[in-house]
């Protein structure tokens, strides 16, 4: 199994609504990442869990809340979002497999989330 | 803090070569990756250079100059579905972060 396994594939939310995003990968990854990306825009890293461990979080909102249950689910709690958080939000993780040529970022992708927020 | 740049839009002719340059300017370098992202799709994964010099993956190559900040991603024998965006994107040492380049938007036309 090489796939990274999004869902909800869209999602329209109010901005009093709570909703969550999820991520599921079977590749043994032990790095997954949320990143959000705007029209013609690349993506913008959020969140770095490693190990199952919060590593990295970019001055996100705490609007958005991640969650790592294990090493194979990710989680993104959304609550009191703005217009402005419409995007398409991508997980991906990655083997962190500790090579002399490194390489063990190589992110996989998963489909995405597009969501709106009326 | 991180830059890399790329250039925003490039048209090339079916079965002609493109070249797509990066140059960047990041603390704790790692290694530079290209990736592939078609509209409405997730960006797929085409190559990955940690020492100076070129790999070659069927059409596609890539090269590194670390003393320069410079990459670019080489693409031969254009096809139509070689339209799409291409994004470097730059590894640091240490962290588990990737950092995605501005994009570059390429139309392969007729």
């Known amino acids: 199994d090489t796939e990274v396994t999004q869902t909800p594939k869209h999602l329209v939310m109010g901005m009093t609504n709570k909703k969550s995003l999820k991520c599921e990968q079977h590749?043994?990854?032990?790095?997954m990442y949320w990143y959000k990306q705007k029209a013609k825009k690349p993506p913008e890293l959020m969140f770095v869990?490693?190990?199952?461990?919060?590593?990295i979080n970019e001055s996100v909102p705490s609007r958005f809340s991640p969650e790592c249950p294990n090493s194979s689910l990710l989680n993104l709690h959304l609550h009191a979002l703005q217009p402005e958080d419409s995007a398409l939000y991508l997980c991906?993780?990655?083997?962190?497999?500790?090579?002399?040529?490194?390489?063990?970022?190589?992110?996989?992708f998963g489909s995405g989330t597009q969501l709106s927020v009326l | 803090g991180q830059n890399i740049d790329q250039p925003t839009e490039m048209t090339a002719t079916e079965g002609a070569i493109v070249q797509i340059n990066c140059t960047y300017q990041?603390?704790?370098?790692?290694?530079l990756f290209w990736y592939q992202q078609h509209a409405g799709e997730a960006p797929t994964f085409l190559s990955y250079?940690?020492?100076?010099g070129l790999e070659e993956k069927g059409r596609f190559s890539s090269f590194l100059s670390r003393s320069k900040g410079y990459s670019y991603l080489l693409l031969k024998e254009l096809q139509m579905k070689d339209s799409a965006s291409y994004l470097c994107?730059?590894?640091?040492?240490?962290?588990?972060?990737?950092?995605f380049g501005t994009g570059t938007k390429l139309q392969v036309i007729p």
């Open positions: 250079n940690v020492l100076d």
């Open positions: 590749m043994g990854h032990r790095a």
């Open positions: 991906a993780s990655s083997p962190l497999e500790l090579t002399e040529r490194g390489g063990g970022e190589k992110l996989f």
């Open positions: 994107a730059a590894a640091l040492r240490g962290y588990q972060k990737v950092t």
């Open positions: 990041t603390s704790g370098f790692n290694g």
């Open positions: 869990y490693s190990y199952e461990k919060l590593s």
